[in-house]
């Protein structure tokens, strides 16, 4: 992956303060940073958000996503139905990790309502997925296969 500048950033209203916390944690490492909605508390439809940061890495505007729900299930499930989008629930710094190494995830899914109000460790999370390198070699080619049908 090319360096990351840009990122998407989308949740629904489950998502809605944690995403508030993360862009202003992006803004102050000098990101560029999207805002792909929700815009408020009230309840929406959580396909809608991961679809439009689905698109904001397959135009190439954003290198990376970040997208959030209560689980961050719903959300990766949405965005992983686009070829080209690997979306990955991580709640440890370690799967974050392995996920870059290993499936070169371009979208961090985090769960509000998993992770709560420990702000330290989402911190960390994001930290190590977007500092992480993907390894390429045989996991190179395990990635170039999910987008074959
Ligand atoms: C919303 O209540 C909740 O269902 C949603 O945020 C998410 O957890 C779905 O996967």
């Known amino acids: 992956m090319s360096k990351i500048l840009n990122i998407a950033v989308g949740s629904d209203h489950a998502g809605y303060e944690l995403k508030s916390v993360v862009i202003d944690y992006l803004n102050t490492k000098g990101y560029k940073i999207t805002d792909c909605g929700c815009f408020s508390l009230e309840s929406v439809d959580y396909p809608d958000y991961a679809q439009a940061v689905a698109k904001e890495i397959l135009s190439e505007r954003s290198e990376v996503g970040i997208l959030i729900c209560g689980t961050g299930i719903g959300v990766s499930i949405a965005a992983n139905r686009f070829d080209g989008i690997r979306a990955a629930v991580c709640s440890s ?57």
């Open 93 to 149: 710094e370690e799967l974050a990790e392995i996920t870059r190494k290993h499936n070169d995830a371009n979208v961090l899914s985090l769960g509000s309502r998993v992770l709560g109000d420990n702000i330290e460790l989402i911190k960390s999370i994001i930290e190590k997925f977007l500092s992480t390198e993907f390894e390429g070699g045989r996991h190179l080619i395990r990635r170039d296969k999910l987008d074959i049908h």
